[in-house]
């Protein structure tokens, strides 16, 4: 099967996935650009191994949106199976556009998607570059609410577990969590007899502010023991936040920076609880991450992998998106709680087990060869 796939920039979990991919079928991947300007350099993927990479000529657009116009020739070969990721930039949208006008078979993937108060105008036209899908690869329940709700045939929305974690990770990560906590504490600097994590960028997004939520963390910290210690790994704070610790003396809450993925299993494997308070994101692999240490998971309504990975009182909690209130509850009723942390993580790492990159390639083989 010759498969086209085309996405904006070579992420780490998306390059994993394609060298997996490429094993099963003859891939070729489109990228836009090399990098996102938002995030780390050192955030970047591997070598191309198994499949065959294009990185199209083009212009930056946003982060890591861009306009390509070269995508057409690419288009204009004999392909089996073309899939478009990331379908709302600029060279995603003049791709439908040419496939659609030719009648010629394409499939949206999706990893994530929440329904959103558009105007009219902005759901015309979601709904006319959406539906003009022969068929979708979803992330989830949620993502399928999301893409039928702009036009999707429900009965051609195929599922696939969405994950950035391969079987590996998946071992690595239980040998980890079944070792002594206190041992990682120690290795990592951890003061507090307690540690809550989270996982994310400052950036500043036009719409959602700190887009992952830490201005709420910052105020549970406020008003939770300072033996229980908030570390936030992903990169620098912004001045307003190291102003805000040392004015509240916040000495518990500690500003990790980037860490590698390897460097990362370390701060999974010493917290005791996650929290993610995202103000938006249509997916949220830390969420993962997390769940594959047997964490239990703090996360909101906005967050569409907590929406589909976390069962509320089983593994975690789902809690809106600015409630300090209730945030601070429930990590007081779980933090000191041994055995519902305990029984919430064994829950947590039951339900991840089956979302390796192995098995969203072997979904994606399903699905491709039998629509």
């Known amino acids: 099967m010759n498969v086209l796939f085309h ?45 065959k990479e294009i ?30 990721g990331v379908y709302s930039s600029p060279t995603s949208i003049l791709a439908i556009e040419y496939m659609r006008l030719r009648k010629q078979q394409f499939y949206i993937e999706a990893d994530g998607g929440m329904i959103q108060q558009d105007g009219i105008l902005k759901f015309i036209l979601k709904n006319h570059f959406i539906s003009s899908a022969s068929g979708w690869l979803s ?16 009965d051609r929305c195929w599922l696939y577990p969405f994950t950035s974690l391969t079987r590996s990770d998946l071992v690595c990560a239980d040998q980890m969590r079944r070792s002594d906590k206190k041992l990682y504490k120690e290795a990592i600097g951890v003061r507090e007899d307690k540690m809550i994590l989270s996982v994310g960028s400052f950036t500043h997004d036009k719409k959602y502010g700190i887009r992952k939520g830490f201005h709420a963390l910052m105020r549970a910290a406020e008003k939770i023991s300072r033996d229980i210690g908030i570390y936030i790994v992903g990169d620098e704070p912004t001045e307003e936040f190291l102003e805000w610790k040392e004015k509240k003396d916040l000495r518990h809450v500690h500003f990790i920076g980037f ?50 990975l976390v069962k509320e009182n089983e593994n975690g909690h789902i ?10 509850e429930k ?40 629509c």
Request: proline share 3%; net charge neutral; aromatic share 10%.
């Open 259 to 308: 860490k590698t993925k390897d460097a990362l299993k370390m701060y999974y494997a010493a917290a005791d609880l996650f929290v993610l308070m995202t103000r938006y994101d249509i997916w949220g692999l830390v969420i993962n991450e997390a769940m594959s240490f047997g964490l239990p998971v703090i996360t909101t309504d906005k967050c569409v992998a907590g929406l589909e």
């Open 319 to 328: 809690v809106p998106a600015e409630d300090d209130k209730l945030l601070v």
């Open 139 to 154: 992330s989830g329940m949620k993502t399928t609410e999301y893409l039928v709700h702009y036009g999707a045939d429900e």
């Open 7 to 51: 996405t904006n920039i070579p992420s780490p979990y998306r390059v994993e996935f394609f060298n997996e991919l490429g094993k099963k079928c003859e891939l070729t991947v489109t990228f836009e650009g090399k990098t996102a300007t938002d995030r780390n350099k050192n955030w970047k993927g591997d070598a191309a191994k198994n499949y």
């Open 55 to 84: 990185y199209l000529k083009g212009k930056r657009i946003s982060s890591d949106s861009f306009f390509c116009p070269g995508i057409i020739g690419v288009l204009k070969k004999r392909w089996d199976k073309v899939i478009i």
């Open 331 to 370: 990590i007081v009723c779980m933090i000191n709680n041994k055995e519902m942390l305990r029984r919430f993580g064994e829950m947590s790492y039951e339900i991840i087990q089956k979302y390796s990159i192995e098995n969203m390639t072997e979904e994606h083989v399903k699905i491709l060869s039998s």
